[in-house]
């Protein structure tokens, strides 16, 4: 499906159709969990602006590809599409597996922050937690591609490392929280 018309005054109505055809109300969990993915994978774009590596830009702009393909999975409710590979999940792994290799132990929780690249990886974590719980609730109303969870369990980890790795490279000191500070 290509969009040749953005207002189609179709949605006038609140109600709005999935890639199938089939109108919904805009509302409906589905449209809520397309919603969630539109709002991550526009953070990833504005984390993505602010990196000064290659490989990560290039990382992150895969990982928008892999949010379109989830998208374009739950869009067609029969459960057929599987857009999103199963390689996917291993890239992330791979690469959670690397950065934790050069990343020293994590003793306490950290505060987000540091550099502008840094904080946005962080906004962009929770983000994706974000959508994680809103395709848990869907899942749960319509029983959905366990891949999809899988998928955005290992990304938010990904971002976290993502993040600490960056602050290393950057040699910016991570912040700990204190207790009863």
Known sequence: MR??????????DGKTSLADGKRVKKNHVIIDALGELDHLNS????A???????????????I??????IS?????????????????????????TVMSKNLPPLKEFILAGGSEFNARLH??????????????SMQEDKGRNILHLKYLNR???YLFLLARAVGLSENLEEE????NK
């Open 3 to 12: 969009i040749t018309k953005v207002t189609t005054k179709t949605g006038d």
């Open 176 to 179: 700990h929280w204190e207790l």
């Open 123 to 136: 906004i962009l974590r929770t983000t994706a937690r974000n959508t994680e719980r809103c395709l848990v």
């Open 72 to 96: 374009g999975d739950i869009s067609l409710p029969d459960g057929k599409s599987k857009l999103l590979k199963e390689e996917r999940i291993f890239f992330l792994e791979n690469q959670i």
């Open 155 to 157: 990304l938010s980890d």
């Open 43 to 46: 953070v990833i774009g504005w």
């Open 64 to 69: 928008q590809q892999d949010i379109f393909n």
């Open 48 to 62: 993505e602006v602010a990196s000064s590596s290659k490989k990560n830009s290039k990382d992150l702009k895969s």
